[in-house]
């Protein structure tokens, strides 16, 4: 296991994320993607771990996650994405890692960032460029949050308690014009957009 300053606390909230090595795209296609959400909804419950929001790029993933007991994030995401790289690596007849080194983690310690954040993922397909709407991304949980789709299990109590009424989360992430280094981070995330990888 990759040592990590992060320390995974039970009841703690953190940003995960990670991208293909070289930049390379991590999904090609739907399949590949669904594979990998049918492995959330396997793991997620066993390593008890909270789904608070994820969305699945071409070439990168972010989640905010909320760990449930004394069993770390560290072990969901290195289940899933093993997995996920194993099968990855058999279909396309490829070998090596797929990511670019261990994910990334950030403990999120002020609640209002931990809202921003979640409008800033929700908001990565639209911000790159892929969709004119968050809702036309299926890759990520934003049509649970709004009501409009039942996939993996998201903490829906916590969508609940900060946004009773869906049409508030979507103005929330509809009404929003990210200034000029948000926009260029996520450029950077999504490495040039990819446009060619749109689903």
């Known amino acids: 296991m990759a040592q990590r300053n992060i320390v995974f606390l039970p009841g703690k909230y953190y940003h995960v994320y990670n991208r293909g090595v070289n ?3 991590i999904f090609r296609s739907k399949q590949n993607y669904n594979f990998l959400l049918r492995r959330i909804r396997e793991y997620a419950p066993t390593h008890q771990v909270a789904i608070i929001v994820y969305c699945l790029m071409p070439n990168h993933y972010h989640f905010i996650l909320r760990q449930e007991s004394e069993k770390s994030i560290s072990e969901f995401i290195q289940a899933v994405f093993n997995s996920y790289s194993k099968a990855y690596n058999k279909m396309y007849n490829r070998t090596g890692t797929l990511f670019e080194g261990p994910f990334k983690a950030t403990a999120i310690d002020k609640y209002e960032y931990l809202l921003h954040l ?3 993922i929700h908001r990565n397909p639209l911000d790159a460029g892929m969709v004119t709407h968050p809702a036309e991304w299926e890759f990520s949980n934003y049509l649970e949050w709004v009501g409009r789709r039942h996939g993996v299990e998201t903490k829906m109590e916590f969508v609940h308690e900060n946004y009773p009424d869906p049409m508030e989360y979507e103005g929330f992430v509809l009404d929003y014009f990210p200034p000029k280094k ?4 996520v ?3 999504s490495f040039e957009q990819v446009v060619e990888s749109k689903i």
């Open 187 to 189: 450029e950077r995330m």
């Open 118 to 120: 979640c409008r800033y």
């Open 182 to 185: 948000t926009v260029e981070a």
């Open 23 to 25: 930049r390379e795209i």
